[in-house]
């Protein structure tokens, strides 16, 4: 009796202990994603006052390029790959710097049309500022990572206002296929009092409810089915695209700064070549779309390119609200392809190329709910789970650890980095599989020897 009461006595000082820091650091980052999301605005309104507002980037990259380097280089890229990599490899603990200078960088690129998101960065500063909070009470190592999940968790829930979504996506982008279940409390409370600071604070969120969806029938599940395979096409386009352009920056061997002109010199180049349309945030193009209105259907690719350039070449943001960007028009390219509602569809691309790019399909499922409604959750979970599956063992962060093997006709090392990922077949695990390849070659090389004859 002794051991059972000493059992729940030690779990309820736990359990109070948790929500009181996990509900310090709610309020810490729900209070600095405000002050973040504001400032962005206000910088944003300031860089758009002239029509050409973008022939300052180059001067905006080289500027923030150069603060990063020479006082946060931590604070380079889109902000939730320095998280992870903090996570895994530092126990949590970031600089206090990163703070001001990820603000700084990121409105700057932002603000003068870097194709970017703000989600990364609010991520970045709250759990800087959580890091600096586990140093501040003297935690340790374990419970700095716990603390800085929770900021990961706060911070995407202020950004889009989604508290659900945003705390399992702090636990589900750490490690693919794993949610370490001891975290969610302290997860969820900081999610939520973080999205209910933000909101008191003045952000709003203008969310897309979808009040009917159509019927699910036979027809509209095979659609569905070559959405989600659609969807995962797009996401590891997007993956690739960013691998590509970042080796291609990393060639170049001149000062870092100097890359940032010469990105920002590229992207006004490739302006003038197709549209303005894909600079910046892009939450017109997003809201367009999520509403029913077509987009060019190709926008989709120029959104990934000229991300990878904004984001290999010096600049600073985030990555999700130019998937979210790339997701609805994917989608609406897609409707229209296929005759279909276009406002369903771009609802649907958007959560699973968040699925299929950063591996988090219950995030995205959930999200799917909390911004559009609870009737497309059916259409949205099963597009989101297989455009999971289709980008194989990748994503746009590097440092996520690899926790489960997708196939069990794929040989993969689990626990490693996903950059470091090299997954090989295995057949003899897979008897129909291994005949299906089998009766390929053998059509194959008999096709070859009739020829011969």
Known sequence: MKKIFAEETILFISLVKWFFLSSIVGIIVGCSTAVFLKLLDWGIGIGQFHARYYILLPIAMFIS??????????AQGHGTEKILEAI???????????????????????????????????????????????????????????????????????????????????????????????DLFPSFVAGVISFQVASLLGIVYNHNIITVAPTLNSSLFVIIIFAGIFFGLCSLYLIEILNFIARLA???????????????????????LFSDSYLGLGLETIDTTLKGGNVIWYAFLLKGMFTAITLS???????????????????????QLFNQDISTFASIGLVSLLAGTTNTPIASSIMAIEMFGSHIAPYAALACIISFLMTGHRCVYPSQLLGIQKSMSLSVN?????????????????IILHRIISLLRWKKNNGDKSQGN
């Open 65 to 74: 390029s150069l603060f990063v380097k020479l006082f946060a280089p931590d």
């Open 414 to 430: 689990i626990g490693m980095d996903m950059d470091k990922i090299k997954a090989s077949v295995k057949l003899q695990d897979n």
């Open 313 to 335: 070449f010096g600049g600073s943001g985030g990555l999700i609200t130019p998937i979210f960007f790339i997701g609805t028009t994917a989608g609406a390219a897609f409707a």
């Open 88 to 182: 895994h490899k530092r126990s949590g603990k970031i600089k206090f710097q990163v703070v001001p200078i990820k603000l700084i960088s990121t409105i700057l690129t932002i603000a003068t049309g870097g194709s970017a998101g703000k989600e990364g960065p609010a991520a970045q500063i709250g759990s800087g500022l959580a890091s600096s909070f586990a140093g501040l009470i003297r935690a340790n190592n374990r419970e700095r990572k716990r603390l800085v999940i929770c900021g990961i968790s706060a911070g995407f829930a202020a950004v889009f206002g989604t508290p659900i979504a945003g705390a399992i996506f702090g636990l589900e982008v750490l490690v693919a296929g794993v949610i370490v279940h001891e």
């Open 250 to 272: 990393q060639k170049i061997n001149i000062w870092e700064p100097i890359k940032g002109l010469i990105g920002g010199l590229i992207i006004i180049f490739l302006v003038y």
